[in-house]
């Protein structure tokens, strides 16, 4: 799988900056796994059943990386926030 194009939604953004200094760290790790292959088996990536098109990620048991593919080399990183609020 070729490397993939990142974007970073607004909402993203916003959520990002709200997380501490060593959540930002484990996700851009996280990012960087994505960047490879998004399907990998340490992100634990499924569907996110309510918004079709849309995958879930894990960063670690409490965060979340939502995001989808604009196409088959790019996707989008719509939201990053707790499991229990996405």
């Known amino acids: 799988m070729p490397q993939l194009k990142i974007t970073f939604s607004p909402k993203f953004k916003r959520n990002y900056k709200k997380m501490t200094s060593q959540e930002q760290g484990m996700i851009k790790a996280t990012i960087e796994k994505m960047v490879l292959n998004p399907f990998e088996s340490g992100l634990k990536t499924k569907k996110y059943n309510s918004r079709p098109g849309t995958f879930?990620?894990?960063?670690?048991?409490?965060?979340?990386?939502?995001?989808?593919?604009?196409?088959?080399?790019?996707?989008i990183l719509d939201e990053v926030g707790y499991h229990d609020i996405l």
Do not use: A, G, Q
Request: hydrophobic share 40%.
């Open 56 to 75: 879930e990620s894990r960063v670690n048991i409490k965060i979340r990386i939502l995001w989808r593919f604009t196409d088959k080399n790019e996707i």
